[in-house]
């Protein structure tokens, strides 16, 4: 495509805003668009941390056989309200098909380069742009208190360092030491000092900056219904602003944009993970390095006005009420992995949906009917983490010049 394009951006997330900044870059004008406002959805409330050593997909074995254990328990990890299972079997199957090692293989490729590309993307974003959003480079604590699960994460790190991804194993003493505020009852914990932590919120508000600063015009409660099409090509989006037309769209609405698949003329397998996220005041007893208590699914990051708990997985269609029962589960598990009493002071209690794809990579592909509509979806639990390389390369595919990494593992029929 030509520059001085203008393209139309659905979705006004964390990906939705680094395509607009890259293809902003390339000399595109660009709209946002947003059914709410602007970085107010899973981008959100979520613990901001960039993770390069997630590239495994959730979906093993090993997780299949927690999840099965789980599936009816109400706090658990993993909670799948009882009624929506006949529509979730389908993204079930697949995600128990993509087991297989090729698969597994496959995505954590294609995962590594998006969250390698980002790491470094990142850091450069931040001092180029003087953005503020509290970017810290502390490191992460996997904690454990079994010993089988600790020992039995040597395997993961054995994988992990083929791509040059490192942990230190730390045994209880080594591990207090490191974090004091971390309890009796942990066994040991693996460290990876390759790990940043920021303010989601933050960066969502500098990253609207940039873009308004650039001319970008962001609508917000402006939800689009439906596409506008001619002899193949997308014309124009009818929203509830009026009819919006540009040269080329990029869906980027995360767990809603399954909603287009039917006139995009594919499928878009992607499931609304809820996940939960409590934030409350800088409390002392808190761990001042962020943590990832394994056996809960329960992550902590520290900033220095507050502390946000984050995690658990509910499967129930886009139901937006907050769950108690799943935000109590939080606290728990700060409880029984730190010296931390109940959480005080809170200061918001969140819930988002999170994009779920069943091989744990995203799409980015042109839509296979109407070929001027670009998908950027399902970026499942690291969107944050990919945002940078994931907005670069869309602006790269959009713009018609060399991708900087390969495009080809996150097309739409793999």
């Keep these: 495509m030509n520059k001085s394009k203008h393209a139309i951006i ?11 900044y890259y293809l902003l870059d390339k000399g595109w004008f660009v709209t946002v668009v947003d059914k709410d406002r602007f970085g107010e959805g899973a981008s959100k409330g979520n613990c901001g941390l960039i993770v390069p050593n997630h590239i495994l997909p959730i979906n093993s074995l090993d997780n299949i056989i927690k999840g099965l254990l789980w599936m009816f328990k109400k706090d658990a990890p993993l909670y799948i309200q009882p009624q929506y299972i006949p529509k979730l079997i389908p993204w079930l199957s697949r995600f128990v098909y993509d087991t297989r090692p090729n698969s597994i293989l496959a995505s954590a490729r294609a995962r590594h380069a998006l969250l390698q590309s980002s790491f470094h993307l990142f850091p450069e974003f931040i001092t180029a742009e003087k953005v503020d959003c509290e970017w810290s480079l502390d490191g992460s604590l996997h904690v454990y208190k079994s010993e089988k699960a600790w020992h039995a994460y040597d395997r993961t790190d054995a994988f992990l360092r083929q791509y040059k991804i490192q942990a230190e194993c730390l045994d209880k003493d080594a591990v207090r030491k490191l974090e004091p505020n971390l309890g009796a009852g ?3 914990a693996w460290y990876y000092r390759q790990t940043a932590h920021l303010k989601p919120e933050l960066l969502l508000s500098e990253l609207r900056r940039l873009l308004e600063d650039r001319g970008a015009r962001i609508l917000e409660y402006c939800p689009v219904w439906s596409f506008q099409s001619q002899n193949g090509r ?4 009818q929203t509830d602003n009026g009819i919006m037309t540009a040269d080329a769209f990029v869906l980027s609405a995360g767990a809603w944009s399954p909603t287009f698949a039917k006139v995009l003329g594919c499928r878009l397998p992607i499931q609304p993970g809820k996940g939960y996220s409590l934030t409350m005041g800088s409390q002392p007893a808190f761990p001042k390095i ?6 809960l699914r329960v992550v902590s990051t520290p900033w220095p006005d507050v502390c946000r708990l984050g995690g658990t997985m509910e499967f129930n269609g886009l139901d937006s009420r907050l769950n108690n029962r799943r935000l109590a589960a939080l606290a728990a598990g700060l409880r029984q992995y730190t010296i931390s009493p109940q959480p005080r002071g809170i200061v918001e209690e969140w819930c988002g949906f999170r994009p779920m794809t069943a091989d744990g990579l995203p799409f980015m592909d ?3 009917r109407l070929q001027n509509v ?7 639990m690291i969107g944050i983490s990919v945002a940078p390389a994931s907005g670069k390369l869309v602006a790269e595919i959009m713009d018609q010049v060399r991708p900087h990494i390969d495009p080809y593992p996150y097309r739409l029929n793999r």
């Design 290 to 295: 962020p943590c990832f208590f394994e056996e």
């Design 374 to 380: 670009m998908i950027a979806a399902g970026h499942n």
């Design 234 to 237: 997308a014309t124009a989006v």
């Design 186 to 188: 942990i066994c040991g």
């Design 10 to 20: 659905i979705g006004g997330g964390i990906i939705g805003g680094f395509t607009a």
């Design 366 to 368: 042109w839509s296979p």
